[in-house]
């Protein structure tokens, strides 16, 4: 009897999801749950365009390869930018979640090739989507599915959703920023920008530049906004001493940056995202606004972690808005969520076989 479970449970097609980010890269496994969460960043040799190494490696490589290699980020703004890549580093991912599975695993995965549910920003157009279906074809899926990403969050974020009321959404991430209001499983009013953590890391740079005369990286601007960021002026000032080159001389010098001198550095980045929210509410059904007056704002996304960002947000908005659990694995958790009762999800998110 033993041995007729092994066997089903060998012929068990894997299915996985992946949040394929523009900053992180996350790859859930039926059974296993969170298998990888690393860098969306690929390493790859100039002359045969071979990938060299995806992920926390490949990070590494960042502003430091030599002329025979580049290290790139294949997603801009929640999408693909470069479709090679992204496809390369998708069969790394496939393959690494099969193998994740131990022996059975890459066996299975020989013989049946497994399910794949990607998440799409829900603003992507449709030839943005096809494209991201195709990259996971080609990358090894039987099967690929894509799904909003709000509502991957949302699910994630344990928002009822099939409920018959409205509930709001916010992932900021990497690249950008999406506002949803959400009703009976399906986005009902959506907006994306194009800002979240990256344009606040460049704000932090652009302020070091003008008023230190400092260049700093992309890593040392995060740092900062990691460490001493806030979305509203703490009322007991950080310090951080930051190192970067002398705009005028160009040499190593050292600086100190305040937490209130980050909070107005960032400011002007933040009202684009307020811009977005406000812009979801104004089109929101009364019905449903007055359901999230009732419920408030639910918050997902690495950018959601920025310190006084719900505080900021409510006072902005006027809706009480609240950081998910965790809120880096929203969107894979929502993901793989539907991906194990896809028969029940069908009707509302793309398939094709
Ligand atoms: P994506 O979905 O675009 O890949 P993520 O949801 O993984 O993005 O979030 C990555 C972003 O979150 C980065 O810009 C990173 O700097 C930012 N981030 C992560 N932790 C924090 C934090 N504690 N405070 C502020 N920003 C953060
Ligand atoms: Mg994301």
Known sequence: MQNV???RNFLVKQKIAIDLGTANTLVWVLGQGIV????????????????????????KMLG???ESLIANRPMRDGVIADYQVTEAMLRYFISAACNAGGVTGKVMSHILRPDVMVCVPAGC??????????ATLSAGAAHAYLIDEPLAAAIGAEVPVSAPSGHMI???????????????????????VRVAGTKLDEAIIAFMKKKHN????????????????????????????ISGRDLVFGLPRTVTVTSTQ???????????????????????????????????????????LLRNLDRFLTEE???????????????????GLVLENIELWKRSVTTKG
Request: with cysteine.
């Open 262 to 304: 980050v909070t107005e550095a960032i400011r002007s980045t933040l009202q684009l995202m307020v811009g977005a929210v406000k812009a979801v509410l104004e089109d929101t059904p009364p019905e449903l606004a007055a359901d999230i007056i009732d419920k408030g704002i639910i918050m997902s996304g690495g950018t959601s």
């Open 214 to 241: 400092l260049i700093i990286g992309d890593t040392t601007a995060e740092d900062i906004k990691i460490k001493i960021g806030s979305a509203i002026k703490l009322p007991k000032e950080e310090k951080l001493e």
């Open 125 to 134: 157009t449709q030839v943005e989507r096809r494209a991201a279906l195709d």
């Open 170 to 192: 916010i992932d900021s991430g990497g690249g950008s920023t999406e506002a949803a209001v959400i009703s009976l499983g399906g986005v009902v009013v959506h907006k994306s």
């Open 5 to 7: 479970f092994k066997m």
């Open 317 to 335: 908005t006027g809706v009480p808005a609240h950081v998910a659990d965790e809120p880096l694995l929203c969107v894979v958790r929502g993901t």
């Open 36 to 59: 990888a969460n690393e860098p969306t960043v690929v390493a790859t040799s100039v002359d045969d365009n071979k990938v060299v190494a995806v992920g926390i490696e490949a990070k």
């Open 64 to 66: 430091r390869t030599p």
